[in-house]
């Protein structure tokens, strides 16, 4: 009796252990034989879904001796287009809370800008808001999109993100705050709207 108890035992603790490998083993070794599987959002801390409301004062400072915004290329008929058309310019332009650039430092726009219009001054727009403020140093937001500059409102999507930005999605206006036609500094206040976990 106590003989066949432990043979059904044994048995009984084989089954399991080939069940085990056969239930448990795709998921052990996940990371190297499987190209792509579904996940829990559970799997990412994913919790609930939430809208932000970001607004800060971005700096494109072009002239004098520390410009924020260079132009690293252009096209040779650029010079002759009331529209820049052509221009590529590369800024690292501060974010502020107020529209003092000696206010509070919130994070930057790091990116490009190029003039993509050749009937009004129209910028194809592709950077990253890289900010620095508490929770949020860090993290990222990248814009992809059309900016008119001479428009009142310009909207720009937000296409993704980074940090606790992950997953992001929305979109941002653009107002310019100020503008020094003499030099081209701008001044542009911009309200931020973003779902994202
Ligand atoms: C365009 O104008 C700038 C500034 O006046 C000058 O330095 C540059 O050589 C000009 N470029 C062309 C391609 O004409
Ligand atoms: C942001 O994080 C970096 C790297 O962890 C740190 O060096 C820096 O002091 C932080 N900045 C602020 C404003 O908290």
């Known amino acids: ?31 190297s034989q499987y190209f792509s599987r579904i996940l829990s959002p559970a799997t990412l801390a994913l919790k609930r879904e939430k809208l932000s409301h970001l607004h800060f004062y971005f700096h494109d400072i072009v002239s004098g001796r520390n410009p924020t915004a260079i132009r690293v290329a252009q096209a040779a008929m650029t010079n002759q287009s009331a529209t820049f058309f052509g221009a590529v310019v590369m800024m690292d332009d ?17 990116g490009i800008y190029a003039s993509a219009s050749q009937s009004e001054l129209g910028f194809l727009m592709a950077l990253n808001f890289a900010f620095t403020e508490g929770k949020y140093n860090g993290s990222t937001l990248s814009v992809l999109g059309r900016n008119t500059a001479l428009s009142s409102v310009r909207e720009m999507p937000i296409v993704g993100g980074s940090g ?11 107002r310019t705050h100020t503008i020094d036609f003499r030099t081209g500094d701008a001044v542009v206040e911009y309200n931020v709207y973003v779902f994202h976990y």
């Open 1 to 31: 009796m106590a003989k066949s108890f432990s043979v059904s035992a044994f048995l009984l603790f084989t089954y399991l252990i080939l069940m085990n490998i056969l239930i448990f083993s795709p998921q052990t070794t996940a990371k």
């Open 94 to 110: 501060p974010l502020t809370m107020r529209p003092e650039l000696s206010s509070k430092l919130v994070g930057r726009a790091q």
């Open 164 to 174: 606790v930005f992950r997953f992001a999605r929305g979109y941002a206006q653009a």
